[in-house]
């Protein structure tokens, strides 16, 4: 039975990770001095959100799971006897987490064990799609290589989704790691004309998929996109994958999820509700949401 290892910017609830035992790469965090890694733990999740550390006047950072928390995940899975693995991690182009964890596979890799790494090309609720059509792989009895050939070809198929609460946040994350896709200007007419973008990204790259008056707009706008393709039978996978950087509860309350929750319903389509991973919550803002699904 081959064996999945994720990062933690994989949008997938917590009791799913320890149902199917998927270890979790930890991402790193920092609010201001202090440091800690990112193990999608729903106590450490809550409190962080909870308390607003997430917010444009703390300094808070997140990067990428480093070699040595790698290796201490892969060895310990070696030494239990797994031979066959893939690590499925966040987007290459936005995290070094892959590049580290190729060279940890290159190390650890031999006659006997195999380990194999795919970039999801996504980030957070797009991982989360990933990791469930790699689980349904492996539950089929294909090997390691099988499943990286074929999880590759499917993340072509994923399109992941950000509804934008705060452009200024969104604004200031990029300023700090020198990304200036979003202007001083862009986010000031934003603000003053209380428009709200969604963010698209594909194993392509991100783009501004659409642009919403009101943030209650925006995520109603969201949701629709996802029960077009659900209605309209134009999904490859009968899941989509939604998480907020926030408590669930305030999902819940989300204008029009439960108009998504009832049409998946009525097409036996399956809803996974996840709280973001801290890195989408650092880089994205509060209370953002963000959905992935595969379609034709």
């Known amino acids: 039975m081959v064996q999945l290892v994720v990062d933690s910017g994989c949008d997938l609830p917590d009791e799913f990770l320890r149902k199917y035992n998927i270890p979790v790469l930890p991402h790193s965090v ?4 202090d440091f800690f890694g990112d193990q999608r733990n729903p106590a450490q999740m809550a409190h962080f959100y909870t308390r607003s550390l997430v917010d444009r006047s703390r300094l808070v950072n997140s990067g990428p799971a480093g070699e040595s928390e790698i290796e201490a995940v892969l060895a310990k899975l070696i030494r239990q006897g797994k031979k066959d693995i893939v690590v499925q991690t966040i987007n290459g182009d936005n995290s070094p987490t892959y590049a580290n964890a190729v060279r940890v596979a290159n ?3 031999n006659d006997s064990v195999q380990i194999h790494t795919v970039d999801s090309h996504s980030l957070f609720s797009g991982q989360g799609l990933l990791a469930l059509y790699t689980l349904s792989l492996i539950q089929k009895g294909l090997s390691g290589a099988q499943v990286k050939s074929r999880t590759e070809e499917f993340g072509r198929k994923i399109v992941g989704y950000a ?5 200024y946040y969104l ?9 200036k896709s979003v202007s001083w200007l862009k986010a000031f007419m934003a603000r003053s004309l209380n428009l709200h973008p969604i ?3 594909t194993y ?3 783009a501004v998929a659409d642009t919403v008056k009101t943030y209650d707009g925006c995520t109603h706008r969201l949701f629709q996109r996802a029960e077009e393709k659900i209605v309209a039978g ?5 899941a989509v994958v939604v998480s907020i950087a926030g408590p669930l509860s305030d999902l819940e309350k989300t204008p029009s999820f439960q108009s998504l929750v009832k049409t998946a319903a009525e097409h036996k389509v399956k809803i996974y509700r996840s709280i973001m991973s801290l890195s989408g919550g650092i880089n994205l803002g509060p209370g953002i949401v963000a959905l992935a699904m595969a379609a034709k």
């Open 30 to 33: 920092s609010v201001g001095k």
């Open 107 to 109: 190390r650890l890799s």
């Open 163 to 167: 509804a934008i609460k705060d452009v």
């Open 171 to 179: 604004r200031e994350r990029g300023r700090q790691k020198n990304e």
């Open 199 to 201: 963010i698209s990204m």
């Open 204 to 206: 392509q790259g991100s």
């Open 234 to 238: 134009e999904l490859l996978m009968p």
